[in-house]
């Protein structure tokens, strides 16, 4: 009888201590999960450095970006600049890419579309470019070349023509243009984006093509930190024609602007990298300064004539 109660007492006992195990072993496997050990971790929280943590952002209307375009556009008219050129030529399009040696030059730039640009290598000139808005003159020394052309042809490589480079592009790179909408004609939109720790605005503007059907003109960021012009795209038929970056502002002489522009042309094949060491904002330039003649012995490769 003695043991037939003991061994009722130790069931009692099993039962209720079944329930208090399973209950144990919940909250263990719970601590467990929450705690460093990495076999039960669901979840990492790392802190990101406050160098590398997105910038401020500041806000501004559609309206106010146009405006902001526009009155850059209007307080450069004219530009005189300390540079060293970084030419590189090819692509992955052509299957090869030169890089040609650094060259220190001027340039001089002014509205509405006057540019010259010259290159030294040893303070001996290796290449002399001048466009009046309509036309271009290229002087190429070590060539013994001189190249006339239109701005408005579209000029496919060529092997008398030693470089795709043309200075009207530049100047489409320096000189801001006004944001111009039309009604009917255009559409301008806004769109917002983030690289890294940088925001930014980006101003799209569309072109109609015909009914229903638009085609890219022109995309320009603007970064939030600040409110800067920092890269515009430049489109031609919705075919990407220029890309351009604007960094390491400055403050010159007549403004701020920037010390380091990448520029490139896709379409033909080249990039150019000015590296700005010295700039004159809106200085008087002469017109004999953008007059570029054809040096006596030089070979005329006349592309205007040709591409009729």
Known sequence: MLRLDALN???????????????????????????????????????????????????????????????????????????????????INTGEISNYRETDGFVLARKPGWIRLIGLAFKVKVFDMVSDGKEFRIHVPPKNKFIHGRNDQEIKGRQDVPINLRPQHIFQALLIDPLSIEKGRHVLVLEEDQEGKHKYYVLVTIGQVSDGIGALRRKIWIDRFDLRLVRQKLFEGGRLASDISYRDFKDFDGGSYPSLIDFSRPQEDYSLRLRISKASINETLRDEQFVLEQPTGTELVDLARTSQ
């Open 9 to 91: 007492l130790d069931l009692r006992i099993r039962r209720h201590l079944k329930p208090r195990t399973t209950a144990c072993l919940f909250v263990l496997f719970i601590l467990l999960a929450s705690s460093h050990c990495s076999w039960f971790r669901v979840k990492q929280t790392h802190r990101i450095p406050i160098s590398e943590q997105a910038l401020p952002a500041k806000t501004a209307s559609l309206e106010e970006l146009v405006q902001l375009v526009n009155q850059l556009a209007q307080r450069i008219k004219a530009l005189k600049l300390t540079v060293i050129y970084q030419l590189t030529g090819g692509s």
